[in-house]
Structures are given as C-alpha cells and as structure tokens.
C-alpha cells in the first residue's frame, strides 16, 4: 500500500500531527487501514481523521445506495461512489489501545457529508504500578 510505504520514509515522532482528510474511506482493506493508523501514530503524538462514519457500518459500500446501507440515512436514493468504504474507528481504536473522541461536522446532506466526523485520536498512557 502507497500510504504505508510512504509513512516508512519517516522516523518515529517525526510530525506534532498527522491527519487524514477522506483518505481511509478508500482504502479496500480494514488490515491496510489498521497499518495505516498505526503507522499515523508512530512518526506522530497526535493524530486526527476526518472520514465517513455510519454506526452500525463496516466494511465496502462501493455503489450501494444509502438505503440499501442503513434504513433511515437522508437522501436515500443517493449512490455511494466506486471504491467507498466505510470502518469503524471505535473499534479499530479499541483494539489498538487508543483514546478517540469525535465532533460531528454538518455537511450538506445532498453529499457525503452528513456521515463525516472529526475523530481525535490519542494514545493512552498506560499508569506505572
């Protein structure tokens, strides 16, 4: 994967903070992804992603309209575009031991928009016994 070969070129704590701006919603693979974030946060202290997020939602939505991802979306007849792919960050972070935080942004709803969220994402400092 380009993201991640690229991330090698740079040394541990490299950047204050990395960020992704649409970026993971087309990467095909929820292991690449994983790579990805991790790699965000070796060569950075803090890291934000603004990406789609559809609670409930994971995995390729490449073509599908909004209903036919989840009952009740706006716009329901609207088309995900070619290689979209919707994860859920929650639980990427859990897994990996990180704190996430999200702030809903208002997009137009005519748009991806209304599913993109801001998530800050943190290490967790694990206390010494």
């Not at 990406?51 to 009740?72: H, M, Q, T, W």
Request: charged share 30%; aromatic share 12%.
């Amino acid at each position: 994967m380009v993201i991640k070969k690229t991330l090698k070129n740079f040394a541990d704590n490299t950047f204050d903070i990395a960020f992704t701006i649409s970026v993971l919603d087309h990467i095909g693979s929820k292991d690449e992804v994983v790579l990805t974030i991790k790699e965000l946060f070796r060569v950075s202290k803090k890291v934000y992603l603004f990406e789609p997020y559809i609670e409930g939602v994971d995995g390729d939505v490449s073509g599908l309209s909004r209903a036919e991802v989840k009952k009740g979306l706006p716009r329901p007849d609207k088309v995900f575009a070619k290689h979209s792919y919707l994860w859920n960050y929650y639980d990427i972070c859990s897994k990996l031991n990180l704190e996430i935080k999200t702030k809903e942004i208002p997009l137009h709803a005519h748009s991806l928009g209304p599913f993109y969220n801001l998530f800050e994402i943190n290490k967790i400092l694990i206390k010494a016994d």
